[in-house]
């Protein structure tokens, strides 16, 4: 299949990417143990590229609510061999999901071409210098505390607005760094320091998001959110993900990120047709 190439989407940024969720961990809330090994993390990229993936997103470390930080070696040891194989099989852009600046730049060393990084470059102070030499793109996520205390009692006064506030702050700290302007993405983080009507209000007031001039990311992909609204296990929540998605790209997401990139893919295919339809004149 044909491979979005970043620098063009850079300069029109008409369609909505998929990003493919490789989780090379024991312990995320949905995947995790399924790919541990290497080889069965580079076999899953692969299928969701094959799939319908424009990007995979390669992550060693869970960011589930509760869950503590690893160490350096042993986030590399997870992640490298496996960002390594698939930049040399596959074309498609990969993306680090890491708050380590020296994860960073060993993977990119490797071929990554994106840091998802879930501080927005606050917990290494060598991140966004990475960023900037190497010329990645990078996603700033806004997240209230640390995934370990992330939910515990979140609160706000307006969610919107302190999210805006929040992304704004960050996105200029990393132009002043150094990254630029068209490389910067943002990312809401729905289920991050968030309760159920955060999350809803967040995904309905999307738009206000958007309006920042950003590519938007959404991670809704099988969440804690939608399980409550269905009362479902993360392996029964594939359809609530697709409408959530679809609504996400109707009030201007720009890239979804799933752990279904078939489903995904397809979704975002009808969400945009449906987003960008202009009525025929009768």
């Not at 995790?32 to 990007?55: P, T």
């Not at 209230?144 to 009692?153: A, H, I, L, N």
């Not at 068209?182 to 968030?194: A, T, V, W, Y």
């Amino acid at each position: 299949m044909a491979m979005i190439d970043l620098e063009q989407w850079e300069r029109r940024r008409d369609r909505v990417l998929v990003m493919g969720i490789v989780n090379v961990t024991p312990d995320s809330f949905y995947d995790g143990g399924r790919f541990a090994r290497a080889a069965d993390a580079v076999d899953h990229a692969l299928r969701l590229i094959d799939e319908g993936a424009d990007i995979v997103d390669i992550g060693g470390e869970s960011t589930r609510p509760g869950s503590r930080p690893i160490s350096i070696s042993e986030e590399m040891d997870r992640v490298l061999p496996v960002v390594e194989a698939v930049c040399k099989r596959s074309p498609a852009p990969v993306s680090i999901d890491t708050t380590k600046g020296e994860v960073a730049e060993e993977a990119i060393a490797r071929g990554a071409a994106i840091i998802n990084d879930v501080s927005a470059l606050r917990f290494d102070p060598r991140m966004a210098d990475v960023a900037a030499r190497r010329g990645a793109h990078v996603v700033l996520m806004h997240m209230q505390g640390s995934p370990e205390t992330m939910q515990r009692e979140p609160a706000y006064r307006d969610v919107i607005a302190e999210i805006r506030a929040f992304l704004i702050e960050r996105a200029e700290a990393a132009v002043a760094a150094g990254i630029g302007e068209r490389r910067i993405l943002i990312d809401p983080g729905i289920g991050f320091g968030k309760r159920l009507d955060h999350n809803l209000t967040i995904l309905r007031g999307l738009r206000q998001i958007a309006a920042l001039g950003r590519p938007v990311v959404v991670g809704l992909s099988r969440k804690a959110f939608l399980g409550a609204i269905l009362d479902a296990p993360p392996d029964e929540r594939c359809e609530a993900t697709i409408v959530a998605n679809t609504a996400a790209i109707l009030n201007g997401a720009s890239v979804i990120r799933v752990h279904d990139a078939k489903e995904g893919r397809r979704a975002a295919d009808v969400a945009v047709r449906l987003r960008d339809h202009v009525p025929a004149r009768c």
